[in-house]
């Protein structure tokens, strides 16, 4: 009853006019960076939030918030009536939506889109309510040890899981812990990693570092690869769905959700994985298999469910553990940091009303996005005959301004520049981006943690490992690490023992021959 009280303090903070105007405002850009391909949420997050820091930071978060769930929405928009999805969580759903599109029925597959992702994101968010309470209540019981095991185990994860190459994604982690670790030493007092530049003596700040990978990084990267030629989109009726479409929706939308919402609040977990596991259950439970390929209406539902339970299931760890499990939460983690708040559990005890103002402009989010996607579908659509050059060069006037407004130094835009080299650099090699991000977030956290458990224990390992919980997780981090690697070599030893039985029954064959001659 407790947490139902302050979910309703949390409505009333959250439905004042001005935190309205800023839910409104988040959805409705975060649905229009939805449909641009390649400028995501997460870009859009780090670009404003330099621009907010005379806002109220719970306005600020509930306008964050609705980007992040609008991204979502926007996403299957392109996906659907284009063959080009905004988001990579879109992926799947254009395999049967743009079919859909194709044979005239655009206006179905938008629709059960929409109120697919308005009935995930509701359930998601009455997820949310019920389980951060009870990982809050888990995690201040945790001692400094196990945070860092938490921690060990979430760079682990984000990194082995994500991207082509896990060569790659740790040295993606590498670069981002090692740029953690620039400033002074807060037990010692050393400079580190300086060289001798009075600028750096503070460390670098994280907005500075979020805006230049996600924004220039990204600019520059789809602006180097970008499409010149305008265009085509499929023409849209009035969106509707018919009896049989809401007979077919409704089962994948729920199934989606169960997928979904785990996905999301697990370490690199994400909405890719979800969202193909939906469509592949859909596929085999539907009573028409054959329409798969040609325009399922399953197809589609099942995976913008699954998209949005994801986006719900991301904010249990990153608001009552601190860690977060994708791009847009680590950027959402970072603004909490550069607004002067700790993450973690106490988060919900010290600033409650933020948090539960956060949560239930999730739900009013939800209601605005269903609104304005369901008319407004071909009108999204439009947003991308905008002049790409156009759109990237606002990208990075934004992008220097956000940069230069926080700290007013032209120092900040030297290092703006250097790391959207980075991030242009990384996307050039397939090094993903979000380890480092998180590197750079999670590791000066799990420093402090490993520090603090190393003195309680007067400098003994042990300290690390004290209790059962500790353990449970180092022995994930072991299965993390070492499943890949044996995945890798089973196949080969395998493949030994079925060349040596060829080789065996080959020669059994031959003395069988041999004895009968």
Do not use: C
């Amino acid at each position: 009853m407790g947490d139902i009280g302050l979910l309703i303090g949390g409505f009333g903070d959250a439905l004042t006019p001005a935190n309205l105007a800023f839910a409104a405002l988040g959805v409705v850009l975060g649905t229009a960076v939805g449909v641009l391909p390649g400028i995501g949420p997460a870009m859009t997050v780090a670009l404003l939030l330099p621009l907010t820091y005379t806002l109220e930071p719970t306005s600020a978060l509930i306008m964050f918030a609705g980007i992040y769930y609008g991204g979502m929405y926007g996403g299957s928009t392109t996906a659907i009536l284009l063959n080009t999805p905004g988001e990579s969580s879109s992926v799947v759903t254009a395999l049967e939506g743009n079919k859909m599109a194709r044979s005239g029925r655009a206006a179905q597959a938008l629709s059960t889109a929409a109120i697919g992702s308005f009935v995930a994101g509701t359930i998601g968010s009455v997820l949310l309510v019920a389980a951060a309470p009870l990982m809050v209540n888990l995690a201040v019981n945790l001692s400094e040890g196990d945070y860092f095991a938490l921690m060990v185990l979430a760079l682990l994860a984000v990194t082995a899981v994500l991207g082509s190459s896990r060569v790659r994604g740790f040295a993606s982690l590498f670069i981002g812990l090692t740029i953690g670790l620039i400033g002074l030493d807060a037990i010692s007092g050393q400079a580190r990693l300086t060289f001798g530049v009075l600028q750096l003596i503070d460390g670098i700040d994280i907005v500075v570092i979020a805006v230049a990978i996600f924004a220039v990084g990204e600019a520059l990267w789809v602006a180097s690869r970008m499409r010149r030629s305008a265009v085509e989109v499929i023409p849209v009726g009035r969106p509707w769905m018919g009896r049989a479409d809401w007979k077919r929706s409704w089962k994948p939308w729920l199934r989606g959700t169960a997928l979904g919402f785990p996905f999301g609040a697990v370490p690199a977990g994400g909405a890719e994985l979800p969202t193909f596991l939906s469509y592949v259950t859909e596929r085999k439970l539907s009573r028409h298999p054959e329409e798969f390929g040609r325009g399922a209406i399953e197809g589609v539902a099942g995976p913008e469910a699954a998209n949005n339970a994801s986006a719900a299931g991301t904010l249990v760890p990153t608001l009552a553990l601190g860690i977060p499990t994708n791009a847009t939460a680590a950027v959402l983690l970072a603004a909490l940091i550069s607004y002067g708040f700790q993450p973690g559990p106490l988060l919900f005890e010290r600033e409650p009303d933020l948090v539960w103002a956060l949560i239930a402009s999730l739900f009013i989010g939800n209601a605005l996005l269903l609104v304005l996607n369901l008319p407004l579908a071909p009108v999204w659509a439009k947003l991308l005959r905008i002049p790409r050059p156009y759109l990237y060069a606002g990208i990075l006037f934004f992008a220097t301004l956000g940069a230069y407004a926080g700290n007013l130094q032209t120092f900040d835009l030297w290092l703006l520049l250097a790391f959207g080299v980075l991030g242009f650099v990384m996307r050039r090699f397939g090094l993903p981006v979000l380890p480092l991000i998180i590197g750079v977030i999670i590791g000066p956290l799990a420093e402090e943690r490993m520090r603090t458990a190393l003195t309680i224990s007067r400098g003994s390992w042990s300290g690390l490992v004290a209790d059962p919980f500790s353990i449970a997780v180092y022995v994930a981090v072991v299965l993390v690490v070492a499943f890949p690697l044996y995945r890798r070599v089973l196949p080969a030893r395998l493949g030994g023992r079925r060349q040596a039985r060829t080789t065996d029954l080959r020669a059994a064959g031959a003395h069988h021959e041999e004895a009968h001659r």
